[in-house]
């Protein structure tokens, strides 16, 4: 992995820094090595917390950050939404982290005559809301999803994703969403615009092929699997998926771009 013109490092969350509710052994002290040399952001595409909420989680950990360091799925949903349908009324199937990025960005979130269905992770999720939903979706309004990553990794074992709950509705309703979180275009074009460097002189790292490291590759970023999360090293043969390097976790992430500076 050449690094030598190497300027910005975006760094996913979920089972790059942490796992669940405890940091992943030397994350920390590799990102305040890192942010030495390389402008650092962060990455995720959980929906179910507000950027404000991850920078308090990030700070309890021991990690500095900023809100414009800091891109989410809900956050990418929220500004598409402002940028792409001004004034709009929301039916949101999320958490209160997911409204609250919509609120951030002046939108309504609303039960009825709404123009957009927003689907994220959704914990309450229940057949009424999957009936609301289909009803508001077949009247018109636009499906939009925050991320379908069909599970998540946490400390307690395998859960459900958000891609289970917009599946359900998909089906439902035979219509695909407009995706905002990886590996989609519309993440991809937030964080060349958020981080304004070019492509190739971006890293980005993460834990999962399908996700991280796809977008990456397709980006034209240069791209680190960890394998603390997600995806095994047994996964790249069978998802023809090849990353630039391949970490064993974050914490050997200074050692790699420096060897190759």
């Known amino acids: 992995m050449d690094t030598r013109d190497l300027k910005a490092l975006v760094i996913d969350l979920d089972g790059t820094v942490y796992r669940g509710t405890s940091l992943i052994s030397g994350a920390d002290e590799a990102i305040d090595t ?17 950027r404000k909420e991850f ?35 929301v039916y949101v199937i999320g958490e209160q982290g997911l409204v609250a990025e919509l609120r951030e960005q002046h939108l309504t979130v609303c039960e009825a005559d709404c123009d957009c269905v927003l689907v994220g992770l959704d914990k309450a999720f229940s057949y009424t809301k999957l009936q609301n939903a289909l009803r508001f979706i077949l009247a018109g309004a636009v499906f939009i999803a925050t991320n379908t990553d069909p599970f998540l990794v946490t400390s307690t074992g395998i ?10 509705i998909e089906t439902a309703s035979g219509t695909r ?27 980005i790292v993460g834990d999962n092929l399908a996700t991280d490291i796809l977008m990456g590759i397709e980006s034209g ?29 974050l914490a050997e992430l200074p050692q790699a771009v420096r060897s190759l500076r």
């Open 159 to 168: 859960k459900p994703g958000a891609g289970a709950i917009v599946a359900s």
């Open 34 to 50: 890192l942010c030495e040399a390389y402008d650092l952001y962060f990455l995720t595409n959980n929906s179910t917390r507000s």
């Open 55 to 89: 920078l308090r989680r990030l700070r309890d950990l021991g990690i500095a950050c900023a809100e414009q360091q800091l891109i989410s799925s809900g956050y990418a949903a929220a500004k598409y939404i402002r940028d792409r349908y001004p004034g709009s009324r």
């Open 177 to 203: 969403p407009i995706v905002t979180g990886k590996p989609s275009t519309i993440m991809r074009e937030l964080i060349l615009s958020t981080v304004n460097v070019k492509p190739h002189e971006i890293l």
């Open 221 to 249: 970023m240069r791209t680190a699997l960890v394998l603390t999360g997600a995806s095994a090293e047994s996964d790249i043969e069978a998802a023809s998926i090849r990353p630039d390097s391949v970490l064993a976790s």
